[in-house]
């Protein structure tokens, strides 16, 4: 009689325990149950109290999930060589292989670097280029050089330069900062323009990237400095983005004085001597004029939009210079590995090499590239700023007339021997998956990315299985 009697509150208790699991998960969906309600004020519940269609995504999600893995696993299984995959939604892990396994990551590196970037300054930071000199101007007149202060600013840039991308972005024009000495009355500067890159140290590249890199032969990256104009190219193709087609300044610095010297003398003010580079004195503490660049987050966007391995790097030795005399790579280096492990994220066997993931010493797991973009303060911001399939930056060509077309944010990465992609999907079913995929390999690279392009293909009818609407309690009226 005492089982008998205690039987009915076991079920009871079941059932209420699947009902809070089925609230939950409706919850971390981003999903309230309401939303699947007929709209009508007088429908009556048909369903019984203890019904088990009452639970619908705790019902839904292990036949969902198994589908998804099912077919996932066909295309996993055709990836060569060392690949790791990570699927997540809300903390949630839907599929994996070998998510914790270290792998070259190629250019979702700047992952790693954005949410570092964020955390270290905040999305609103903004760096400053500054005009000083030694004396106050008399009558318009400044006696002695004219300093030009590199702030660390990527984007300080002339217009001819930046309005030739396809993707608009907010840049610091070097124009507006002449104005300003011009606006102050100065019609004469008996001296040069000096440009002083000082607040980083003079190596142009990380020292640690292939020869073809450091020596330009593919020009990846601008030589890096902290007065850095036109991401330090003298000359560029009007119409393709490609670093391959621009011209290096071998002293970006005086490149950048060059500039500023021809742009005040075009706007009526006579400059005396030459541009050159060089440390401006310490009596050098007249502010002729600052700019500000655009805030921090913007700068993200610019970076990740585009894969600009240029302001990656800057940004790099700008962590440094932050708490150091001299921003430097290596600074930069142990500055973003200590902001992630401070945020909680999952850094077994991740290496940190460089910002832009150039080098093939960087080390990264899918686990850690799906947690930047699944959780912690600063993921929705890096979602946002990731390029759209396509629409946006190096996606634009991707996944054209597909279902995927326009539902994925991502960041690519590409090297030889490595193709990767994270970053998230809204279904069609309007839930949000967070994924990362990095395969190291010798062999075909379209091949390679054809078949994560399939794998993105199944992320977006997930979730496949009973609909939430067929599982939802029956209203009749």
Known sequence: MIRKSVFPFLLLFVTVFAWFNAASLDRQSGKDFQNFLPAEKDSTLATPLFSARRVPVFLQAPIADKELKTELEKIVAQLPGLSCVNVLEDGRVIYERLSNEPVVPASTQKLLTAIALLDVFGPDHKFTTRVLSKTQPVNGLIEGDLWLIGGGDPLLMTAKYAERYKDPFPYTNIKDLVMLVVSDGINEIRGAVVGDESLFDEKRFVETWPERFRHTDQKQSGPLSALSLNAGFTRWDPIKESNGFNTPADDPAKYAADVFEELLEDNGIEVEEGAKSGLAPDDAFFEIARIDSPSMLEIISKMLLGSDNTTAEILLKGLSARFEAQ???????????????????????????????????????????????????????????????????????????????????????????????????????????????????????NRIRSLHDQIILEFIEYPKGPSLEVLAPIYVK
């Open 327 to 445: 921003g430097t790579s290596l600074g930069g280096i142990n500055i973003v590995a200590d902001s992630l492990n401070k945020s909680g994220y999952q850094m077994d066997g991740v290496v940190i090499a460089d910002a832009s993931g150039l080098d093939y010493g960087n080390r990264v797991t899918c686990m850690l590239l799906t947690e930047l973009l699944d959780k912690g303060i600063y993921s929705s911001d890096l979602k946002q700023s990731l390029p759209v399939t396509g629409e946006t930056g190096t996606l634009r060509k991707r996944l054209v007339e597909t279902p995927a077309e326009g539902r994925v944010r991502g960041k690519t990465g590409s090297l030889n021997g490595v193709i990767s992609l994270a970053g998230t999907v809204d279904t069609i079913f309007d839930r949000n998956l967070s994924f990362a995929f990095v395969t190291n390999f010798d062999g075909e690279k």
